[in-house]
């Protein structure tokens, strides 16, 4: 592997035994992934955040990079973490489990991660552009980056993001490599989508047809809203992730590397799959039932436009059942500003920070029956947290949370 | 003497008696972090420690958190004295590194057997 002289004089140790084990690390995934070399990132976002995940083995592997004085030398940032750092103890987390989520924050900070603690960093003012390199680690946000803005990552998991970090460079392997990034199969979506949130379920069945492929999407029609197409975007590229493992794709007419060179990236002996309708997906991502003990929206994290939208559509109404909506802190901070807080709280409607529906601890909370917009949530809430869940669209959520049970 | 050659993943001097298995191992939820205890109950070396031995098997399974419990066995003295393995992923190498474990890959692992006793130095294995 060719290393350049400052990649050398980090692996010798000659900035610190950190940075030493840092390039190590790096080092040894370019063999494994046979790089040539390594490549510079200009940012990186920290998997591995959420105690839940992590657990006491990842806060003993924190505090030693930390006593090795770890210090990351770009723009780093965290992913969503177990709690809400304010608000844990009002909502019922357990005091032994917030010790130890904040803890993990903290040693994160000493090493010069912002406490961001979101999936959408691309709301935050981190927002890489087309061919630029970042190391990033939350399956959403990689294909966001990837496919929206035409920045190149691979899905980092902890430690390796944690070495990017450090060193500011990452095996140039996978998706960094122009030729890795050619679309796989052409998706023809020939159903008509009438809300943002059933993108979601386009990408659901697309993550489950093409696995860890990457699809190109010839016929799908976006919303005209800048918003609505964010909206549909983020809950596409989050869907696909996660019933597949989905870190890239093109939209016909719209991606910026599509529109850069298209021959670069589409041939046209791709196998083709066709999405005649929405129908099977909500089958398999609504459960039976009315009972609704929350209605959680915001994943991937709510942008400060889709909580006024939400917000606007409550109006004067109250809610009966629980509902979420959750951020990072830093929009929750805007939202509060302009009274939206105030006034989603008088609605019955909780904005929380830093945390989401499937990493936060639920089971503590005594939550069993969950109504979720994201195709992404209702993919992992049965599995990882073991909720009875219901897809709906935003405002068919919104509707039942007002109603106290699931009505669709 | 007989000498097994493979591809460093973290250098280092190990010697040791072999614990080897043909499956492959999930260091989460299926090790004992504070004894290194396989307690896998599908996994053939269920009950057997890892700890001080030259751990052989063919690559690592399930969570990356993988990577926390070999640094987690390290620090409580229980970590395995060296890893060789057929083809190294994310996991083990991550471990590797931070836990300071000499690992090799690459290895033809069916060559070596349970109670072989080696000796190992950089990517050198040698059987006594």
């Given at each position: 592997m060719h290393l350049s002289a400052i990649e050398k004089s980090l692996l010798e140790g000659e900035t610190g035994t950190a940075a030493k084990k840092a390039m190590e690390i790096l080092v040894a995934l370019g063999k494994i992934f046979h790089a040539q070399d390594m490549v510079e990132v200009s940012s990186a976002q920290i998997a591995g955040v959420s105690y839940q995940n992590i657990g006491d083995p990842g806060i003993e592997f924190l505090t030693h990079w930390v006593e090795l004085d770890a210090a990351v030398r770009i723009p780093a940032f965290m992913n969503p973490a177990?709690?809400?750092?304010?608000?844990w103890k009002q909502m019922g987390f357990s005091e032994s489990f917030a010790v130890k989520q904040l803890e993990i924050i903290s040693l994160l900070q000493k090493m010069g991660?912002?406490?961001?603690?979101?999936?959408?960093p691309y709301h935050l003012g981190h927002t890489p552009t087309i061919h630029e390199h970042v190391a990033w680690s939350e399956s959403s946000a990689v294909s966001y980056a990837n496919s929206v803005l035409g920045a190149r990552t691979n899905r980092e998991g902890g430690p390796s993001a944690l070495a990017a970090a450090i060193t500011g460079r990452t095996p140039r392997f996978g998706l960094h490599?122009?030729?890795?990034?050619?679309?796989t199969h052409r998706i023809d979506v020939k159903c008509k989508l009438?809300?943002?949130?059933?993108f979601g379920l386009i990408g659901y069945l697309v993550g489950k047809a093409v696995g860890n492929g990457i699809p190109y999407f010839c016929t799908l029609t976006l919303p005209e809203g800048e918003i609505d197409r964010t909206s549909a975007l983020k809950t596409l590229g989050a869907a696909m992730a996660a019933?597949?493992?989905?870190?890239l794709y093109h939209v016909h007419d719209f991606t910026p590397e599509l529109l850069e060179a298209p021959d670069a990236v589409i041939s046209s002996d791709l196998p083709v799959v066709a999405i005649d309708s929405i129908e099977q997906a909500i089958a398999s991502l609504r459960q039976q039932?009315?009972?609704?003990d929350l209605v959680a929206l915001g994943c991937p994290h709510s942008s400060i436009e889709q909580i006024r939208e939400i917000a606007e559509f409550i109006g004067d109404r109250t809610c009966k059942a629980k509902l979420w909506i959750t951020t990072s802190a830093a929009v929750r901070t805007i939202a509060a500003s302009s009274g939206l807080i105030d006034q989603l709280n008088h609605a019955g409607v909780n904005v929380i920070a830093d945390t989401c529906m499937v990493v936060a601890p639920l089971q503590s909370l005594d939550i069993k029956y969950v109504g979720v917009d994201s195709a992404k949530a209702a993919c992992y809430l049965p599995s990882h947290q073991g909720m009875t869940t219901y897809w709906g669209t935003t405002e068919q959520c919104i509707e039942s949370a007002i109603e106290g049970q699931w009505k669709f | 003497m007989e000498v097994l050659t493979g591809r460093i993943i973290y250098a280092g001097k190990a010697t040791g008696r072999v614990l080897a298995s043909d499956k492959p191992i999930g260091?989460?939820?299926?090790?004992?972090?504070?004894?290194?205890?396989?307690?896998?109950?599908?996994?053939?070396?269920?009950?057997?420690?890892?700890?001080g031995r030259v751990l052989v098997f063919p690559h690592a399974k399930g969570s990356t958190v993988g990577s926390y419990i070999l640094y987690s066995l390290r620090k409580k003295n229980t970590a395995p004295a060296a890893i060789i393995i057929g083809e190294c992923e994310l996991i083990v190498a991550v471990g590797a590194i931070i836990a300071e474990i000499p690992t090799i890959d690459q290895?033809?692992?069916?060559q070596l057997q349970t109670d072989d006793y080696v000796e190992i130095d950089g990517d050198t294995i040698r059987r006594a």
């Amino acid at each position: 592997m060719h290393l350049s002289a400052i990649e050398k004089s980090l692996l010798e140790g000659e900035t610190g035994t950190a940075a030493k084990k840092a390039m190590e690390i790096l080092v040894a995934l370019g063999k494994i992934f046979h790089a040539q070399d390594m490549v510079e990132v200009s940012s990186a976002q920290i998997a591995g955040v959420s105690y839940q995940n992590i657990g006491d083995p990842g806060i003993e592997f924190l505090t030693h990079w930390v006593e090795l004085d770890a210090a990351v030398r770009i723009p780093a940032f965290m992913n969503p973490a177990g709690i809400d750092r304010n608000q844990w103890k009002q909502m019922g987390f357990s005091e032994s489990f917030a010790v130890k989520q904040l803890e993990i924050i903290s040693l994160l900070q000493k090493m010069g991660i912002a406490p961001t603690l979101s999936c959408t960093p691309y709301h935050l003012g981190h927002t890489p552009t087309i061919h630029e390199h970042v190391a990033w680690s939350e399956s959403s946000a990689v294909s966001y980056a990837n496919s929206v803005l035409g920045a190149r990552t691979n899905r980092e998991g902890g430690p390796s993001a944690l070495a990017a970090a450090i060193t500011g460079r990452t095996p140039r392997f996978g998706l960094h490599l122009q030729e890795n990034r050619r679309a796989t199969h052409r998706i023809d979506v020939k159903c008509k989508l009438t809300h943002a949130s059933e993108f979601g379920l386009i990408g659901y069945l697309v993550g489950k047809a093409v696995g860890n492929g990457i699809p190109y999407f010839c016929t799908l029609t976006l919303p005209e809203g800048e918003i609505d197409r964010t909206s549909a975007l983020k809950t596409l590229g989050a869907a696909m992730a996660a019933s597949g493992a989905v870190a890239l794709y093109h939209v016909h007419d719209f991606t910026p590397e599509l529109l850069e060179a298209p021959d670069a990236v589409i041939s046209s002996d791709l196998p083709v799959v066709a999405i005649d309708s929405i129908e099977q997906a909500i089958a398999s991502l609504r459960q039976q039932g009315t009972q609704l003990d929350l209605v959680a929206l915001g994943c991937p994290h709510s942008s400060i436009e889709q909580i006024r939208e939400i917000a606007e559509f409550i109006g004067d109404r109250t809610c009966k059942a629980k509902l979420w909506i959750t951020t990072s802190a830093a929009v929750r901070t805007i939202a509060a500003s302009s009274g939206l807080i105030d006034q989603l709280n008088h609605a019955g409607v909780n904005v929380i920070a830093d945390t989401c529906m499937v990493v936060a601890p639920l089971q503590s909370l005594d939550i069993k029956y969950v109504g979720v917009d994201s195709a992404k949530a209702a993919c992992y809430l049965p599995s990882h947290q073991g909720m009875t869940t219901y897809w709906g669209t935003t405002e068919q959520c919104i509707e039942s949370a007002i109603e106290g049970q699931w009505k669709f | 003497m007989e000498v097994l050659t493979g591809r460093i993943i973290y250098a280092g001097k190990a010697t040791g008696r072999v614990l080897a298995s043909d499956k492959p191992i999930g260091f989460f939820g299926h090790v004992d972090p504070e004894t290194g205890i396989i307690k896998d109950k599908e996994h053939p070396l269920l009950g057997e420690s890892i700890s001080g031995r030259v751990l052989v098997f063919p690559h690592a399974k399930g969570s990356t958190v993988g990577s926390y419990i070999l640094y987690s066995l390290r620090k409580k003295n229980t970590a395995p004295a060296a890893i060789i393995i057929g083809e190294c992923e994310l996991i083990v190498a991550v471990g590797a590194i931070i836990a300071e474990i000499p690992t090799i890959d690459q290895i033809d692992i069916s060559q070596l057997q349970t109670d072989d006793y080696v000796e190992i130095d950089g990517d050198t294995i040698r059987r006594a």
